[in-house]
């Protein structure tokens, strides 16, 4: 599949917690080098956490998204989660299909931890939600029950869905829950074990996952070693799938 094309019935997707678009390491901006990353994954969806939305000095006078998005994803939806004296910053999602509809629903617990679910359908048919959950047990178990609640009030249960993110969820709990819910997750059911994603540069824990129901799955990858490991604390995650 050809970065300028994609079939109708089959699509790969990639999550991806950017870290701002500042490496670990020296805390420079490296949405330059993030961007070529990215396009070369080929995927007509991306799922982002922690992008920035307004801020002063952003990269050509643009949101982190639109900078990424640039003429590889012509539509994009951003929901604005923590807001803080020089910018903002929350999930996005970057596509090649357009939405029908896109939603930002705050499940913040606490102020000092400000989180929400952006939630979407595509034209293709597929709903969508883009994650990070909080770093604190109860707090995101109370996050997963407002995910199934928004998923019972608005997806149909034959509909095809994605969720991915960054859930946080070192220990498997919400992992094992999801899966009682009739959900897959993508590099699990392909390998037998959930990705290790952070820290990138030697990746022990894992934080991050591709979710999905009524959907085909057909490929999942850890992406891992370079450059991933310069550009972020996290590793991605992409997947292929096609529709039933």
């Known amino acids: 599949m050809s970065s300028n094309e994609y079939n109708e019935t089959e699509f790969r997707i990639c999550s991806y917690n950017i870290h701002k678009g ?42 982190q998204f639109e900078f990424l998005a640039d003429e590889v994803w012509p539509h994009y939806a951003y929901g604005r989660n923590a807001i803080y004296q020089k910018g903002d910053h929350g999930n996005a999602v970057l596509s090649k299909y357009p939405f029908i509809t896109w939603s930002n629903r705050d499940v913040s617990r606490w102020w000092f931890s400000q989180r929400g679910i952006l939630f979407g359908e595509l034209s293709l048919g597929v709903y969508v939600a883009c994650i990070h959950f909080g770093l604190f047990g109860h707090e995101r178990r109370q996050q997963l029950n407002s995910l199934f609640t928004l998923l019972t009030e608005a997806v149909p249960a034959s509909a095809p869905l994605i969720i991915a993110g960054d859930f946080n969820d070192w220990n498997g709990k919400l992992h094992r829950q999801m899966t009682k819910n009739q959900f897959g997750e993508a590099y699990s059911d392909i390998y037998g074990q959930r990705a290790r994603t952070f820290p990138s540069r030697l990746p022990l824990f894992s934080m991050d996952r591709i979710y999905y129901r009524n959907l085909r799955l057909i490929d999942a990858e850890l992406l891992s070693g370079r450059p991933w490991n310069r550009l972020s604390d996290h590793c991605a995650l992409a997947a292929t799938f096609s529709l039933r």
Request: glycine fraction near 4%; hydrophobic fraction near 50%; aromatic fraction near 2%.
């Open 22 to 63: 500042v490496s670990t390491s020296s805390m420079r901006s490296i949405l330059p080098e993030l961007k070529q990353a990215i396009r070369r994954v080929d995927a007509q969806m991306m799922f982002l956490q922690e992008v920035v939305g307004e801020r002063a000095g952003a990269v050509a006078d643009l949101p």
